[in-house]
């Protein structure tokens, strides 16, 4: 089945010390987005990508980035975790048509210690 | 910009009871619409989409209807099970070419048995 793949699950990481999410995908899809989502809020757009173009929200803190090295990875680098970034992060795609709907991998839950 | 408002949570209620989730929008153009439902620990899964006006969306006996004249595209389902219990929100995806998708806040439902 195709689906969106995101590693780890859980990821617990110090404060202040770099980590990488990854999230692959099996759609083919163009669009890639990253969500943070807190206590089953709605999830929050950080960043997506048109195939390598990279569209960043204007509140998306310069602490995240993102990756995109081909179309079935995209990458999310938080350089410098603080306690405020522990939440579940979401990977999503789209096959960029306006019917398209998101599909979501099942998250990863990042802990900051 | 567009956004999308739901009714706040929780909603409790017992094991056959008929469930509405309010939902209402403003956007600019015609965007489509969806329910997703979250599961603890996981991803948002796709419940059902609309595409335009009057289209009924449905899937594992919930339903909703794309309503223009009244912005809305509420949630029912005529009778809950326990395995309904999850959070479900409702969104939108922006006509304006932007491959955005808006969420509302998420309405979280617990059925008893």
């Known amino acids: 089945d195709a689906m969106v793949i995101q590693n780890p699950r859980y990821q617990v990481t110090q404060f202040g010390k770099p980590v990488t999410l990854s999230c692959s995908q099996t759609l083919n899809h163009n669009v890639m987005y990253w969500y943070q989502q807190k206590s089953s809020q709605a999830p929050k757009l950080l960043f997506h990508y ?14 995240f980035q993102s990756r995109r090295p081909n179309t079935s990875f995209c990458f999310l680098d938080i350089r410098s975790p603080g306690l405020g970034d522990a939440a579940m992060y979401l990977c999503a795609t789209s096959s960029a048509t306006g019917a398209s709907p998101l599909h979501f991998g099942n998250g990863t839950r990042l802990t900051v210690t | 910009g567009d956004s999308v408002t739901q009714m706040e949570g929780p909603v409790t209620l ?9 939902c209402t929008y403003t956007a600019t ?17 796709l419940l059902l989409k ?22 809305s595209f509420h949630l029912e389902k005529g009778s809950v099970q326990v ?9 939108l995806s922006e006509s304006s070419g932007t491959y955005k998708y808006i969420f509302g806040t998420g309405t979280r439902l617990k059925v008893l048995a």
């Open chain 2, 14 to 22: 017992s094991e056959e009871a008929f469930l509405t989730i309010n």
């Open chain 2, 50 to 71: 609309a595409t335009k006006a009057d289209d009924k969306g449905s899937n594992k006996g919930f339903e909703a209807t794309y309503r223009k004249e009244t912005t």
């Open chain 2, 29 to 45: 153009g015609y965007p489509s619409l969806f329910w997703y439902v979250q599961y603890p620990g996981e991803g948002l899964q």
């Open chain 1, 50 to 63: 048109y195939d390598k173009d990279f569209n960043n929200e204007a509140d998306t803190p310069d602490n």
């Open chain 2, 83 to 91: 395995s309904d219990s999850a959070v479900y929100f409702c969104a």
